[in-house]
C-alpha cells in the first residue's frame, strides 16, 4: 500500500481552513455535549437503532435540512463570487467545486431525503398500518443515505471535492482531466446513498401495496400516497441505472478500465445517456411527492375533497411514463440529428399536458372552497404561479432549435430552479409547516411562518428572474467570472440580493422552529387543521403502534367522513399489538460502508478490503438475525390511549 | 391577506428593465439560422405568456372570490367530483398548444440543422473547429491555414463548422448567428451559419470543461469576400507552418492568446470519423477542383 499524506491535505484558502476549524470544533462540541448531559444512552437507544418509520422520517429530516444550510452557504457563495465582474472571491477551482456539489447536496441530499422523511412520518399513517413493510430494512435505507452524504460532505476538507459539475461528465470527469480524489467521492457516495434509495423504493411500494387498511382500495388512497407510490416505482426503474454508472465510473477512476475515456473505445456520451437516463426521472422522484403534498393542503384548506381526483392520479401515471422518454432533451446540441431531436422534443412538451391537468384542477379545488391562509397553504398557493413559469420556459426550453440558443446559458439555470425550488423545496417546506403538529404535538407560530414566507417567496423571484435575462443576453451557466463589457454585472448583483434574502427567510424559519418550541401552545385533539385523511386520526405526537384500532376505510378522505358524515371508522376491539425490535445493525452497517467508500476514494486497498468483508459480516449478521419483536399487551395500549386522550377508543 | 402586490410589482419593474439590459445577444440575430431561432423563441414566449395569463387570471379570481372572511363563516362548501366536460377542455387546448409548438420545432430544427434556405446554391465554407483544454482551434482545409481562438469568414456565404474535441466536451456557439453545437472526441458534428452583416461577434465554449472555461472564448469575425481572400494570402505569405511538435505543444498548454498558421493540423491529427477529403491532401499542390462537394454529401446533417 502506497500510503501518502498529501492526498489528504486540501491546499486552500482561508475558507476552507476556517471550514475545517469549524467542523472540528462542532464536532468536538457535540461529543462533549454528549457527555456532560450523559446522552449517549438515549442517543443510541432512542435514535440510532430506531426502526420506527416516525422517527427514521425525523431523521431524514433533520439530514436534510442540515444539508439544506450547506447547499445554501454554497449557493450564495456561488452569488457572491459572480455577483460583480472580476471577482476575486473564489478562484475557478474553488468556485467549480462549490458548484458541483451545491447541485449535488440540493438535490440528492436536501431535496430527496426530505421527501422520503415526510414519506416515512406520513404515508404509514395515511394508509392506517402500524410501519412500513420492512423496518429493519428502513433504517438502513436511512443509515446508507446518511453516511453517503457524510463521505461527500467530508471531501472538501478531506482530499478534495469533485469539481466535474453534478453531471459529471465524462472525459471531463476522467482521471484524465480531473485527477484528484473528489470524483472518486462522487462515485461511492453517490453509490452508498443511492442503494438506501433503490431500498427505500421497495419497500414502500410494498408498504403501499400490501398494508393498507381494510377498506383502503387503490383509489381510496390520499393523494400523497399515491405520489408517493409512483415516485418509489420510478426510484426502482431508475436508480439501478444510477448504480450501473456509477459502477462502470469507479472501474474508470480506480481501476483504470476504459468505458467514458477519449481513448481506446471509450464513449464520453454514454455516460451523458447513463446519467440522465437516471437523471431526468429523478427530478419527477422529487416533484411527484411535491404535487402530492400540495394536494393534500390545498384541498385541507379549501375545506373541499380534491376536484378530479382521478385525472389527478392519472396524470401522475402519465408523467411517471413519459419522464423516462425525454432523457435526451439534456443534449439536443450532441448532433443527434432532427428525427431524434424531434422525437425527444415532443415527447418533453407532452409532459406539459398532465402537468397542466394538476393545475387547473388545483385551481377548482379552491373554486367554492373557504380557503385559509395558513402558512402551509400560503406555500401551496405560491406554487401555482410560480411553477407555471418554471414549466411554461420549460416547454420553451423543450424545443430543440430554441434549446441550441438556451443549452447551458442562465436561462436553462433559471428554469430549474424555477421547477425545483417551488416544485421540490416549497413543498416540504409547506409539508413541514402542515405534518409539523402532527409529529411534534404543536404547530409552528403563524406569525414568524409568514414573514419567512414573504421572504423566501419575494428573494426567490429576485434571486433566479434576473437570470432569464442573462440567458438571453448570453450568459452561461458555471463561469465563475465575467468582464465588465459582457453587462451581465447589474443582473447577478441583483441576483446575489435575493440570494441574501432567501437566507434571511430561512434563517426565521429555523428560528420559528426554536421560538415554537418554546413557546407555542401544545395541541390536544391530534387535528389541529381540521383535515381529511387518516394520519390525522390518531394522537399527535403519534404513539409508538401509530393506530391503538386498525380503521376501517370506506371512502376517500374517510377521516373526513368519520368527523362529518358520522362513517364510523375505529371499529375493531384493542388487542395487543406487534411491533419490531430495535436494532443497532443498520447503523453499524452505515459505518462500515462509510469507511469502505472512504478507504476506495483513496485507493487504499488493504483496508478497503477489510471494510468490505466488514460489510458482509454485517449482512451476514442481520440475515441470521432471529429477533422477531415483540407484543404490546392490550392492557398498555388501552393505557398509552388513556394517556393521550382516547381519541380512538 | 392578498399581498401578492409586491410580486407584481416586482415582474412588472423586471420586464422595464429589459430594455435597459444592453442587448439580448440572443435575439439580436445577424443572420439567418440565428433569426430563425430568435423568432421561435419570441413566438414561444408569446404562446407561453398566454398560457399564463390564463392562469393567472383564474387564480387570482380564485383567491380573491372563495377566501375565507367574516361574511362567508358558517359557509359550507360543496363536494365536488370534477367535470369531465371541464376537465376535457383543459387536456384539449394544451394538446392543441402542444402540437402547434411541435411543429413549429420540427421545422425550425431541420431548418437551422441545414445550410439556410437562401444560400443553398452556394458551396459551404468548411472550417474545422476543435477544442483542446481551454482553446479554439480553426482550420481551413480549402486555404490550408489555421487560426486559434479567432476565426474570419466572408460575410453573406454558407458556413460550415465540423466541431470535435481533443479533450472534454466543449460546446461551440455563436450566439448572434447560430445555435450551439457539442464538440466531442469521438464524433464530428456540424454546424451552419451565414453571417448577413460585417463584424466581430462574440462566440464561445458553453459546456463546462475545467477550470480555465470562463476564459474560453474566441472572436469570429465576418468580413467582405475581398478582406477575406486578402487576409487569407496574407497568412499563406507571412505565417510559419503549424508542424506536428509545434501542435502538440499547443494542446499542452492551458490557455493562448491568436495563433496563425499557414498549414493546419488535419493531416496529423485528422478529426474523428471519415474525413479523408481533408486528410490526404498535401497543401503544397492543392487542387480546389477536387473539392467540389455536392450537396448530397451533406445529407447525413438532415437525417
Given at each position: 500500500m502506497n500510503f501518502d499524506l498529501e492526498k489528504f491535505k486540501v491546499h486552500g484558502e482561508p475558507l476552507i481552513y476556517g471550514a475545517m476549524i469549524s467542523i472540528a470544533l462542532a464536532s468536538i462540541g457535540i461529543v462533549v455535549g454528549l457527555t456532560v448531559f450523559r446522552k449517549w444512552g438515549w442517543l443510541w437507544r432512542e435514535w440510532l437503532t430506531t426502526v420506527d418509520h416516525k422517527r427514521i422520517g425525523v431523521m431524514y429530516i433533520l439530514a436534510a435540512l442540515l444539508m439544506l444550510f450547506r447547499g445554501g452557504i454554497d449557493a450564495l457563495m456561488m452569488r457572491l463570487q459572480t455577483a460583480a465582474p472580476d471577482m476575486k472571491f473564489l478562484d475557478a477551482q474553488h468556485y467549480n467545486e462549490v458548484f458541483t456539489t451545491h447541485g449535488l447536496i440540493m438535490i440528492l441530499f436536501m431535496a430527496m431525503p426530505f421527501i422520503i422523511g415526510l414519506m416515512n412520518v406520513v404515508v404509514p399513517l395515511q394508509i392506517g398500518a402500524r410501519d412500513v413493510a420492512f423496518p429493519r430494512l428502513n433504517a438502513v435505507s436511512f443509515w446508507l443515505f446518511f453516511f453517503g452524504a457524510m463521505l461527500l460532505n467530508i471531501s472538501f476538507v478531506i482530499g478534495g471535492s469533485p469539481d466535474a459539475g453534478w453531471s459529471a461528465y465524462f472525459p471531463l470527469a476522467s482521471l484524465e482531466f480531473s485527477p484528484t480524489v473528489g470524483n472518486n467521492y462522487y462515485s461511492l457516495a453517490l453509490q452508498i446513498s443511492g442503494i438506501g434509495t433503490l431500498i427505500t423504493g421497495v419497500n414502500f411500494i410494498v408498504t403501499i401495496l400490501k398494508m393498507?387498511?381494510?377498506?383502503?382500495?387503490l383509489m381510496r388512497m390520499p393523494m400523497f400516497t399515491w405520489s408517493v407510490l409512483i415516485t418509489n416505482v420510478i426510484i426502482v426503474f431508475a436508480f439501478p441505472v444510477l448504480t450501473v454508472a456509477l459502477a462502470l465510473m469507479m472501474f474508470d477512476r480506480l481501476f483504470g478500465s476504459q468505458f467514458f475515456t477519449m481513448a481506446n473505445g471509450g464513449m464520453d456520451m454514454l455516460w451523458a445517456n447513463l446519467f440522465w437516463v437516471w437523471g431526468h426521472p429523478e427530478v419527477y422522484i422529487v416533484i411527484l411527492p411535491a404535487f402530492g403534498i400540495y394536494s393534500e393542503i390545498i384541498a385541507t384548506f379549501s375545506k373541499k375533497n380534491l376536484y378530479g381526483y382521478t385525472s389527478m392520479v392519472a396524470s401522475m401515471l402519465i408523467i411517471s411514463l413519459l419522464s423516462f422518454v425525454v432523457w435526451a432533451h439534456h443534449f439536443y446540441t450532441m448532433g443527434q440529428g432532427v428525427m431524434v431531436n424531434s422525437f425527444f422534443s415532443i415527447s418533453t412538451m407532452a409532459i406539459a399536458v398532465p402537468t397542466g391537468v394538476k393545475i387547473f384542477n388545483w385551481l377548482f379545488t379552491l373554486r367554492k372552497g373557504r380557503i385559509s391562509f395558513t402558512t402551509p397553504m400560503l406555500y401551496s398557493l405560491a406554487f401555482i404561479p410560480i411553477f407555471t413559469i418554471g414549466g411554461v420556459t420549460g416547454v420553451m426550453l423543450a424545443m430543440a432549435s430554441a434549446d441550441y440558443q438556451y443549452h447551458n446559458t442562465m436561462f436553462l439555470v433559471a428554469h430549474f430552479h424555477y421547477v425545483l425550488i417551488p416544485g421540490a423545496v416549497f413543498a416540504v417546506i409547506a409539508g413541514f409547516h402542515y405534518w409539523f403538529p402532527k409529529v411534534f404535538g404543536f404547530r409552528l407560530n403563524e406569525r414568524l411562518g409568514k414573514h419567512a414566507f414573504w421572504w423566501i417567496i419575494i428573494s426567490f423571484n429576485v434571486a433566479f428572474f434576473p437570470l432569464f435575462i442573462l440567458g438571453l443576453m448570453g450568459m452561461t451557466r458555471r463561469m465563475y467570472t465575467y468582464s465588465a463589457e459582457t453587462g451581465f454585472g447589474p443582473l447577478n448583483m441583483i441576483s446575489f440580493a435575493g440570494a441574501l434574502g432567501l437566507a434571511i427567510g430561512f434563517a426565521i424559519l429555523v428560528y420559528n422552529i426554536y421560538w415554537s418550541t418554546r413557546y407555542m401552545p401544545r395541541d390536544k385533539t391530534g387535528d389541529p387543521w381540521d383535515a381529511r385523511t387518516l394520519e390525522w386520526a390518531t394522537h399527535s405526537p403519534i404513539p409508538e403502534y401509530n393506530f391503538a384500532v386498525v380503521p376501517n376505510v370506506k371512502s376517500l378522505d374517510a377521516f373526513w367522513a368519520m368527523k362529518y358524515?358520522?362513517?364510523?371508522?375505529f371499529e375493531d376491539q384493542i388487542t395487543k399489538i406487534h411491533m419490531p425490535s430495535n436494532t443497532g445493525k443498520p447503523f453499524v452497517l452505515g459505518v462500515v460502508f462509510f469507511f469502505l467508500g472512504f478507504f476506495l476514494v483513496f485507493s487504499m486497498w488493504i483496508p478497503a478490503i477489510v471494510a468490505g468483508i466488514g460489510v458482509l459480516i454485517v449482512l451476514a449478521a442481520m440475515s441470521f438475525d432471529r429477533d422477531h419483536g415483540f407484543y404490546i399487551p392490550a392492557d398498555k395500549v388501552i393505557k398509552t390511549e388513556k394517556k393521550l386522550g382516547g381519541g380512538t377508543l | 391577506m392578498n399581498k401578492k402586490g409586491p410580486l407584481y410589482a416586482m415582474f412588472f419593474s423586471l420586464f422595464l428593465l429589459l430594455p435597459g439590459c444592453g442587448s439580448l445577444t440572443v435575439l439580436n440575430p445577424q443572420g439567418p439560422a440565428a433569426k430563425t431561432l430568435s423568432d421561435t423563441i419570441i413566438l414561444s414566449i408569446l404562446v407561453m405568456l398566454g398560457v399564463l395569463a390564463v392562469v393567472y387570471i383564474l387564480y387570482i379570481i380564485m383567491l380573491v372570490k372563495y377566501r375565507a372572511k367574516k361574511s362567508n363563516e358558517g359557509y359550507i362548501p360543496p363536494h365536488e367530483e370534477g367535470n369531465k366536460w371541464l376537465e376535457a377542455t383543459w387536456i384539449a387546448i394544451p394538446i392543441i398548444i402542444v402540437a402547434f409548438l411541435s411543429v413549429v420545432t420540427v421545422r425550425t430544427t431541420n431548418a437551422v440543422e441545414n445550410v439556410p434556405a437562401d444560400y443553398k446554391d452556394q458551396k459551404p465554407l468548411v472550417i474545422y473547429a476543435s477544442s483542446s483544454n481551454w482553446k479554439w482551434h480553426f482550420s481551413y482545409p480549402e486555404e490550408g491555414i489555421e487560426t486559434v481562438n479567432y476565426v474570419n469568414f466572408p460575410v453573406n456565404r454558407p458556413v460550415e463548422f465540423r466541431l470535435y474535441s481533443f479533450g472534454p466536451i466543449a460546446s461551440f456557439w455563436i450566439p448572434q448567428l447560430a445555435g450551439q453545437k457539442y464538440a466531442m472526441s469521438d464524433m464530428t458534428t456540424y454546424l451552419n451559419l451565414v453571417a448577413e452583416t460585417q463584424g466581430d461577434f462574440l462566440g464561445r465554449n458553453t459546456n463546462f470543461s475545467g477550470k480555465g472555461y470562463a476564459q474560453m472564448e474566441f472572436t469570429a469575425t465576418s468580413m467582405s469576400s475581398d478582406d477575406y481572400d486578402k487576409w487569407v494570402n496574407d497568412v499563406k505569405s507571412t505565417a510559419s507552418q503549424l508542424t506536428e511538435d509545434k501542435f502538440k505543444s499547443l494542446l499542452a498548454t492551458a490557455h493562448v492568446g491568436r495563433e496563425t498558421f499557414s498549414s493546419t493540423h488535419l493531416t496529423f491529427s485528422p478529426p474523428p470519423g471519415e474525413h479523408s477529403e481533408h486528410m490526404d491532401?498535401?497543401?503544397?499542390?492543392?487542387?480546389?477542383?477536387?473539392?467540389?462537394?455536392?450537396?448530397n454529401e451533406h445529407s447525413h446533417q438532415s437525417n
Open positions: 393498507r387498511a381494510p377498506g383502503m382500495k358524515d358520522k362513517q364510523p371508522l | 491532401m498535401d497543401h503544397s499542390n492543392m487542387d480546389h477542383s477536387n473539392m467540389e462537394m455536392d450537396n
